[in-house]
């Protein structure tokens, strides 16, 4: 019974992952099977977005069309990446964070914060942001 569970196990598996590899070629979009991303993410535009395997995604994030993460970038929960956004450097940004549209982050951005602009800065920094 155990070779049994294990054959289909193991096509189970493969159908997991033949139709991961079709939605990345007609999205356009590498995103590894093994990214250390957490529940909730939502891509509603998945064109050409490319995530680093060892980057971490928190909880309840947004990540929009056309965005680069590199490898060793931390990312807090419920955080908003605009369009075409480039995370090129291993940073951390907080929770409730903000990224603008085509920012191009290079250095940490706090809990709260907006960011936007090449290179990024934070534009504001409100705590009222984190309050559900």
Same mark, same amino acid.
């Given at each position: ?15 997991? #992952? ?8 007609? /999205?356009?979009?590498?995103? &590894? ?5 957490? +529940?909730?993410?939502?891509? &509603? ?7 680093? $395997? ?18 060793? #970038? ?10 075409? /956004?480039?995370?090129?450097? $291993? ?8 990224? +603008?549209?085509?920012?191009? #982050?290079?250095?940490?951005? $706090?809990?709260?914060?907006?960011? #936007? ?9 409100? $705590? ?5």
């Amino acid at each position: 019974m155990a070779k049994k569970t294990a054959f289909l196990a193991h096509i189970i598996k493969q159908l997991y #992952v033949l139709q991961h590899r079709f939605w990345s070629v007609v /999205a356009g979009a590498d995103i &590894p099977l093994n990214c250390q991303i957490e +529940g909730g993410l939502l891509m &509603p535009h998945p064109i050409g977005i490319v995530i680093h $395997p060892s980057a971490v995604i928190g909880s309840n994030c947004l990540i929009l069309q056309q965005v680069t993460i590199v490898g060793d #970038v931390q990312i807090g929960g419920h955080v908003d990446i605009g369009a075409g /956004a480039k995370i090129i450097r $291993p940073i951390k940004i907080g929770n409730h964070a903000k990224i +603008g549209a085509n920012a191009v #982050v290079l250095s940490n951005v $706090p809990e709260g914060a907006t960011a #936007v602009g090449i290179p990024a800065r934070i534009i504001s920094q409100s $705590p009222e942001s984190i309050l559900f």
